[in-house]
């Protein structure tokens, strides 16, 4: 079965900008949620509110399209109702960060049974560009129109300290890493957080002198650090570069899970 059969065609062709990263990202999540051999019935998707919140409406199965910032725990009372059921969330960075911070670090502390894909494209892409908690020192925004002076969050290293069993970053770029990354989530037991950093240009690019997409894609590709390389710098004592950003997986571990099934209640 082709992943495109996880697909509305109904809802076809979508709202993204063009050049938009979204696209790759459901793509690369419906590959591996494929590749599961889950059936339409049993699977779930949630988002909350924002661009990368949208994606549900063009899945064919079951999907919550729910309040700003509130997917994890719409996610939550889904997966504890019924954990028979296979429940992915799709979030932004603004949407998981920011107003949904909170949830976000106690379902990582809880470690509830679910895959968390996050499209950071390090800015409010759907409500005019504002700064959001990830955005980069530096870069420009809506509300940071001389250069955010903010350190932005790491959300691979929130996940991580706040007990998430999985946790990956990749990129836009990395196609067949990222959903590597995502089918490893789907089949690890517990909180499963994969972070795909994704070009928006209309919000991001054109204020911060991407001229064209494919110069954003670039940046990403070229500021990515292998979290290995990253390693083996800190064990030299190298200093490392601060406009870089890790990618790989970052963390796997088997802390207990809420969420699961049984296993004598398996069929």
Same mark, same amino acid.
């Given at each position: ?32 949620? #494929? ?6 019935? #049993? ?22 399209? /729910? ?18 059921? &296979?429940?992915?969330?799709? /979030?932004?960075?603004? #949407?998981?960060?920011?107003?949904? +911070? ?22 409010? +892409?759907?409500? +005019? ?12 925004? /809506? ?19 706040? +007990? ?15 959903? !590597? ?33 494919? #110069? ?6 070229? &500021? ?27 963390? !796997? ?15």
């Amino acid at each position: 079965m082709s992943f495109n059969e996880w697909l509305r065609q109904d809802k076809l062709p979508h709202i993204y900008c063009a050049g938009c990263g979204n696209g790759t990202i459901i793509n690369c999540t419906l590959a591996a949620v #494929d590749s599961m051999g889950w059936k339409k019935e #049993d699977t779930v998707f949630v988002s909350g509110i924002g661009c990368s919140s949208r994606a549900p409406g063009y899945i064919v199965t079951d999907s919550l399209h /729910t309040t700003h910032g509130r997917a994890l725990a719409f996610a939550t009372g889904v997966k504890m109702a019924n954990p028979k059921l &296979h429940v992915v969330v799709f /979030t932004g960075d603004g #949407d998981l960060a920011a107003i949904g +911070g909170n949830h976000f670090i106690h379902a990582c502390r809880r470690n509830i049974d679910l895959t968390v894909v996050c499209m950071n494209n390090q800015i409010y +892409g759907m409500t +005019g560009g504002q700064g959001s908690p990830t955005t980069p020192r530096g870069y420009l925004s /809506t509300t940071t129109p001389y250069g955010s002076t903010e350190t932005a969050f790491d959300l691979g290293e929130l996940a991580i300290a706040a +007990g998430a069993n999985y946790v990956a970053r990749w990129t836009s770029y990395h196609v067949k890493e990222l959903e !590597r990354a995502v089918k490893i989530g789907l089949e690890t037991p517990g909180f499963s957080f994969i972070e795909a950093l994704v070009q928006c240009p209309t919000n991001f690019g054109r204020r911060n002198k991407f001229r064209q997409v494919a #110069d954003q894609i670039e940046y990403l590709r070229a &500021h990515s650090l292998l979290k290995a390389k990253r390693d083996r710098m800190i064990e030299k004592g190298e200093i490392i570069p601060e406009d870089v950003f890790v990618v790989g997986e970052l963390i !796997r571990r088997n802390r207990p899970a809420m969420g699961i099934v049984p296993a004598e209640a398996k069929p």
